[in-house]
C-alpha cells in the first residue's frame, strides 16, 4: 500500500529530534519526511504563513493531485495547557493536516482558506480507543505514550497514520472561531511572518488591507535598527522597485500577501528586522 509523503513543520528541530522524528513517520509511512524546521524568534507566525503556503501550493495545478499529509507541531507559547495544548486534524481538499490547536497558526486558515472546523481529539481517548480496536499497545504503552510530553513523537504520527488508514479515531468537532477569532485583515499589528533567504520580510497581510498600497503616498515602516519609522514606497512587483531602494510589493506568499524588500539588498538587515517584528499598525 503506496502512503501520502508526510511534510512536517516544528519547532524542535535540533539534530537528535530530527533524526527521532525522521526515524518514525518514515518507519510508520514508508518513506522519509520533509521536515522543516521552524527555529527563528516567532515559530507561531513563521508557520501560520508557511502552512498556508504549503496548502495553496496543492491547488493551480491543471490536474488531478495526490494526498499528503502536513503536521504542524507549534504549541503556543501561553502555560496555559498542563501537558500541552491538544492536537487536532482537518483535511483540506484530499490533504490532512493535524495541528497544534493554536490560534496563530489556524487563524489565516479560516480567513483565507475558509477554514470552519477541526476536530480535536484526547491523547488518552484516542489510544484507549485504538488499543481496543485496531492497534496492538499494552496498558503501559498507552499511560507511556499519554504521559510523555513528547507528544510530537509519540502521539501526532500514530495519529496520522490511524488517520490515514480510516480508523474511526475519537475527536470533538470545534468551530474554528471558538479557537481564535477569524482576524480583520484591515486592523492590528502587521507583522514579519518569515524572513526569506535574500532578506526580503514577508508580512502577515496582503498588500492590498495596507492603506496606501497602490498609491504614491507609500506606508510608514517601523525601523527598528533606527529607532524610527521610515516612508517606504509601495510597487506592484520587485521588478519594479528602484534597485538599491526598499520597497513594498505583491510577493510570493499567502494570498497576495506584502513582503517589504530591498531590491538587490537585504530588508531585514536594512532595517533591522526579524520574524514576529511589528512593522506597521493598521486602522482602516
Same mark, same amino acid.
Given at each position: 500500500?503506496?502512503?501520502?509523503?508526510?511534510?512536517?513543520? @516544528?519547532?524542535?528541530?535540533?539534530?537528535?529530534?530530527?533524526? *527521532?522524528? &525522521?526515524?518514525?513517520?518514515? %518507519?510508520?509511512?514508508? %518513506?522519509?519526511?520533509?521536515?522543516?524546521?521552524?527555529?527563528?524568534?516567532?515559530?507561531?507566525?513563521?508557520?501560520?504563513? @508557511?502552512?498556508?503556503?504549503?496548502?495553496?501550493?496543492?491547488? #493551480?495545478?491543471?490536474?488531478?493531485?495526490?494526498?499528503?499529509?502536513?503536521?504542524?507541531?507549534?504549541?503556543?507559547?501561553?502555560?496555559?495547557?498542563?501537558?500541552?495544548?491538544?492536537?487536532?486534524?482537518?483535511?483540506?481538499?484530499?490533504?490532512?493536516?493535524?495541528?497544534? #490547536?493554536?490560534?496563530?497558526?489556524? !487563524?489565516?486558515? %479560516? !480567513?483565507?482558506?475558509?477554514?470552519?472546523? $477541526?476536530?480535536?481529539?484526547?491523547?488518552? +481517548?484516542?489510544?484507549?480507543? =485504538?488499543?481496543?480496536?485496531?492497534? +496492538?499497545?499494552?496498558?503501559?504503552? $498507552?499511560?507511556?505514550?499519554?504521559?510523555?510530553?513528547?507528544? &510530537?513523537?509519540?502521539?501526532?504520527?500514530?495519529?496520522?497514520?490511524?488517520?490515514?488508514?480510516?480508523?474511526?479515531?475519537?475527536?470533538? =468537532?470545534?468551530?474554528?472561531?471558538? @479557537?481564535?477569532?477569524?482576524?480583520?485583515?484591515?486592523?492590528?499589528?502587521?507583522? $514579519?511572518?518569515?524572513?526569506?533567504?535574500?532578506?526580503?520580510?514577508?508580512?502577515?497581510?496582503? =498588500? /492590498? /488591507?495596507?492603506?496606501?498600497?497602490? !498609491?504614491? /503616498?507609500?506606508?510608514?515602516?517601523? &525601523?527598528?535598527?533606527?529607532? *524610527?519609522?521610515? *516612508?517606504?514606497?509601495?510597487?506592484? *512587483?520587485?521588478?519594479? $522597485?528602484?534597485?538599491?531602494?526598499?520597497?513594498?510589493?505583491?510577493?510570493?506568499?499567502?494570498?497576495?500577501?506584502?513582503?517589504?524588500?530591498?531590491?538587490?539588498? &537585504? =530588508?531585514?538587515?536594512?532595517?533591522?528586522?526579524? +520574524?514576529?517584528?511589528?512593522?506597521?499598525?493598521? @486602522?482602516?
Amino acid at each position: 500500500m503506496t502512503h501520502p509523503p508526510v511534510i512536517s513543520l @516544528t519547532d524542535c528541530a535540533d539534530p537528535n529530534a530530527l533524526a *527521532r522524528q &525522521s526515524a518514525r513517520i518514515a %518507519a510508520l509511512f514508508g %518513506a522519509t519526511p520533509s521536515i522543516l524546521p521552524l527555529t527563528g524568534p516567532d515559530p507561531e507566525g513563521a508557520a501560520a504563513l @508557511t502552512l498556508l503556503d504549503l496548502l495553496r501550493a496543492t491547488g #493551480l495545478t491543471g490536474g488531478p493531485t495526490h494526498p499528503t499529509v502536513v503536521l504542524v507541531n507549534i504549541a503556543p507559547r501561553d502555560g496555559h495547557w498542563p501537558n500541552g495544548v491538544p492536537f487536532c486534524w482537518f483535511r483540506h481538499g484530499e490533504h490532512l493536516v493535524i495541528s497544534t #490547536l493554536n490560534p496563530r497558526v489556524l !487563524t489565516p486558515l %479560516a !480567513t483565507y482558506l475558509g477554514l470552519e472546523k $477541526v476536530h480535536v481529539t484526547d491523547v488518552r +481517548e484516542v489510544l484507549e480507543a =485504538a488499543a481496543g480496536q485496531w492497534a +496492538e499497545l499494552s496498558p503501559a504503552e $498507552v499511560e507511556e505514550i499519554t504521559r510523555t510530553q513528547f507528544r &510530537s513523537l509519540w502521539y501526532v504520527p500514530l495519529l496520522a497514520r490511524w488517520l490515514v488508514d480510516g480508523r474511526p479515531v475519537p475527536a470533538q =468537532a470545534q468551530v474554528v472561531g471558538d @479557537t481564535a477569532d477569524t482576524a480583520d485583515p484591515c486592523v492590528g499589528a502587521v507583522r $514579519v511572518a518569515v524572513v526569506d533567504n535574500f532578506g526580503n520580510c514577508k508580512l502577515d497581510r496582503p =498588500a /492590498a /488591507a495596507l492603506p496606501g498600497h497602490g !498609491t504614491t /503616498a507609500g506606508l510608514t515602516v517601523r &525601523s527598528p535598527r533606527e529607532g *524610527r519609522t521610515v *516612508r517606504v514606497r509601495c510597487f506592484d *512587483r520587485l521588478p519594479d $522597485v528602484p534597485y538599491g531602494e526598499p520597497g513594498i510589493t505583491v510577493g510570493s506568499s499567502g494570498v497576495g500577501f506584502a513582503e517589504l524588500v530591498v531590491r538587490g539588498g &537585504s =530588508a531585514a538587515e536594512l532595517f533591522g528586522l526579524r +520574524e514576529g517584528d511589528e512593522v506597521l499598525q493598521l @486602522t482602516c
